[in-house]
Each structure stands twice: as C-alpha cells, then as structure tokens.
C-alpha cells in the first residue's frame, strides 16, 4: 500500500534552519508534495519536486531521493509564523495521498 | 479568484439530524475532493469526483454519508444520520484534471462540524 511517514512534531528556535523528513513505503508516484496548514486554517500548497533534487522557494526548499524514498522540507531563517503543521504527499494514478503531518513549534 | 468556498463554515447540530455541507470549487477546476480531518485520524479522503462523476468513494465511513456533484460548479457532502463521532473539520478542494497543475489542490477554509 501507499504508506508516507512524518515526525509528528519538531520544535526548532527562531532565526534557526529546520528539515522535516517524509518517507514512503512505495513508488511509481508523480512527485512529492508539501503542504502547510496553521492552526485553524486550511492546508495550503508549499512546493512540489516532479523531478530528484532541491526546489528552492523563497526561505522554503523541498528535496526529493527517489532511489532513497526520502523527501524533506527545509526551512531557513524560521519565524513564528511558520508555526503550523506541514503535510508530505504524493499522488498515484489517483488523488494525493497525504502523509500524518509534522506540527511545527518556533520558539524565541 | 473567490478560491473553494464552503458553507457553512460551523455547524452545530443534534445527533440523529441530517447535515448538508455545499462546496463551490474553483472555476475551471475539473477534480473536487471531500476531506476529513480530526486529531486522532488526520486528513481522510472521503470521495473525489473528476468531471462531476464520482471516481472513488471508498474513503467514506458509511452509508450515513453521501456526495453529489450535480454539475460543475456544486458539491454537496450529506451526513443523515448523524452522530457525535462525525465531528470534525471537512474540507472541499478543487485541482486542474491535467497536466502538472494537478498537483495542487485548493482547499477551502472548511467546514467545522460539531454533534451533540
């Protein structure tokens, strides 16, 4: 089956650089996927790696290994915003699947 | 862009009564996607529809619950009965059928629903 595995949570201090890992039980997938969702708020799309490698978006980075069946997130320069939890997917023939999610705590 | 508008955005009701919650997806969006979300179970995919026609709906808990997409700019998730296990966040998104923007999913803000 279609199994993605997250720390369920990760407190890092602000200003500092944080990585959340994604690890899957499978493949023949699209891409990877990551999604953010503050308290409260709805999971929002962050980034998305088609290809192996590292996808730089602003502060955020993604990296896919497919041969490794790892994927990470990678924040630089935290701040207390980023307080939220990110979710890993990827999609199949079908509908993404969504990982557990990992709850993010920046603290001062 | 108005994005996934939901309604309601908070339902409280009675255990036993039925519950109807309406999804607007986005323009042009040919993927719709009812979502579950609660502490103990994370994100669950109840249904997907692709063109308005319901692709997989082994995601939904029980015959208690139905979906329909009438026509491309509608969705409706019915619960009846329902119960206080069914309380939770429910949330609607929309994506493009082809090509790489399928990829992303636009969710809308949600629908918290709490049975008494």
């Known amino acids: 089956g279609q199994s993605l595995e997250q720390p369920s949570e990760v407190t890092a201090v602000e200003g500092a650089i944080v990585q959340i890992n994604c690890t899957y039980q499978?493949?023949?997938?699209?891409?990877l996927s990551w999604y953010q969702q503050h308290d409260g708020g709805a999971p929002t799309f962050l980034s998305y790696?088609?290809?192996?490698g590292l996808e730089e978006t602003g502060r955020f980075s993604s990296f896919l290994s497919r041969s490794d069946s790892y994927g990470y997130l990678l924040l630089q320069e935290l701040q207390m915003k980023d307080s939220a939890s990110y979710f890993c997917?990827?999609?199949?023939?079908?509908?993404?699947?969504f990982g557990k999610g990992t709850r993010l705590s920046v603290i001062a | 862009d108005a994005g996934v508008i939901q309604s309601p955005r908070h339902e409280v009701t009675e255990m036993g009564q039925e519950v109807t919650l309406r999804c607007k997806p986005i323009?042009?969006?040919?993927?719709l996607f009812w979502y579950r979300q609660t502490m103990m179970r994370g994100l669950e995919l109840l249904i997907y529809?692709?063109?308005?026609?319901?692709?997989?709906d082994s995601g939904m808990p029980e015959d208690r619950f139905s979906a329909k997409m009438p026509n491309a700019s509608f969705s409706t998730l019915k619960i009846q009965p329902s119960e206080p296990r069914d309380s939770a966040v429910y949330f609607c998104?929309?994506?493009?059928?082809?090509?790489?923007?399928?990829?992303?999913?636009?969710f809308g803000p949600g629908t918290r629903l709490l049975v008494l």
């Open positions: 998104a929309s994506s493009p059928l082809r090509g790489l923007s399928q990829e992303t999913q636009y």
């Open positions: 499978t493949s023949g997938f699209y891409g």
């Open positions: 790696n088609a290809l192996d």
């Open positions: 997917a990827v999609r199949f023939r079908g509908p993404l699947v």
């Open positions: 323009s042009g969006h040919n993927s």
């Open positions: 529809f692709n063109n308005n026609v319901p692709i997989d």
